[in-house]
């Protein structure tokens, strides 16, 4: 029987965040020159303390199945690049149009709609060259990366489930349809956070062991989702540090059009219990079962 | 001594262009279904006809060191993806906010800013699946062409070029400022498609045929930018397919502010020779001796 323990949830993904940003930092050091103002909102988002989940569901993954840190780590920082790019975009005029992430000003509200784009842009592209560069594995290994990221990111990943997200907006959404966005625009990067830990850990993306981990990251990312829109609810501005309620006032379709409170919540609690479950005989996966836990449980 | 062939150089492009074009349909097939603009938007400005001038170099110089094509394709299909995005964020009204491009309503005029954002940022990820996916060549190989592509594409090539166009349009370059731009911008991406090919048949990075290429390649890159420059004043908006004067109009730094018309030219034409003396001796070289002759001599 499993016994949440939020400290050791919490002491992962800041131990794991601190590796991240000390990778990251020297990936992208503080530079001067004519093009400097790139670097800067690049850094500006990237290092502006995310809880870095998917770094932390990959690097445990990569840890449970006996991989080495160093392996992993540059494809953790890769997810974490393509994650803040996603946001930068997102949050951009055309689309969400939010003025702040992370409890900060967004990046085009600091830096202008052009560099926003830009930096959002060399943030997707820097992260191949990390995984591709990952001095740590085979190049067979690497190329298998990029192959994970770039499918879990592009036109039928990430990007898909963003386009599923405007329609949305002019459009009520069945809630197949609802999943089939949420799969896509945070699902996928989840699922590819725990294939690359399995990778990193010289797991095929065929393997038994990296199915069932990617089984358990669907379910985990989608508890995710529907805890962001019980949060956007019920949560406040400085308690989220970013603007509440954006969903409700754009008549946007949340688990919330199909479920009370009460019962999107239930769900969420029944999914995480299915995944900790499916991790339930394997040696080492506290520290898994512990951030499905915390994603359950999180109030922000 | 070399004679040019303008037919010889328009069938290069026009072959190698029917076998990428070929290739991106089936990467990009129609689709229906609720994402279905995406893969329009995607579709529309990546067959919308371009001259496939990188594909052309990547495919020329892979079959000019004894490559097979079938290596060298997925690696020219990336690059046009790449190449399209940037033209697709280029156009947008945050950068160059132009309306017409290959004689055609830019893509953000078609489909709206949020879907033109997704569009390019889609190719742009996609790319990186095609090049780790080649199935004709190695994953070291396929690991390496990542890197060479995110490279030229990422923060410190073209991204970075794109920051300093910005940073001209309200500030005057130097010469050596805007020939850093160039390698950036537009550079990076050229030098790219020539390693990329090289890669194809076999030649690591370093190789001295691989920088004998990236050299020529590199000239070809600044010639291309120069005659840009130049038909941007000398041509037409029908002849061009784009807007011209419109380096004036927002008072950008070009070539044509530190030379006449016919100086640039000049120029243009002694780095032409200069990279076709590069190739002099080597077999099989008339393929990109004659792009070279082409780019030199472009009228749009």
Redesign the interface.
Known sequence: MFNYNEQLALDILRSNAEKVNAELEKIYPEKNG??S???EA?RYSLLAGGKRIRAALLLESCKMLGGQDCAALPFACAIEMVHTYSLI?DD?P??DNDDLRRGKPTNHKVY????A??A??????????V???NPHV???????A??I???A???YGM??G???D??GETHDLSEA?LI?LHMGKTGAMICASAQLGCLAAGFAPNHEMTEKLTSFAQKIGLVFQIIDDILDVTSTNEELGKNIGSDSESNKTTFLSFFTVEQAYEYAKRLTQDAIDSLDNIEGAEGLINLAQFLCDRKK
């Open positions: 004519i093009a103002v790139l670097y690049e975009h951009l055309c689309m202008g709609e052009a560099i784009t830009l959002g842009d060399g943030l997707l592209t820097d992260a191949f060259s995984c591709a560069m085979t190049g067979d290994c690497a190329a298998a990029v192959a990221l770039s499918g990111a592009g036109s990007i898909k963003q386009v599923i405007l329609y349809e089939e």
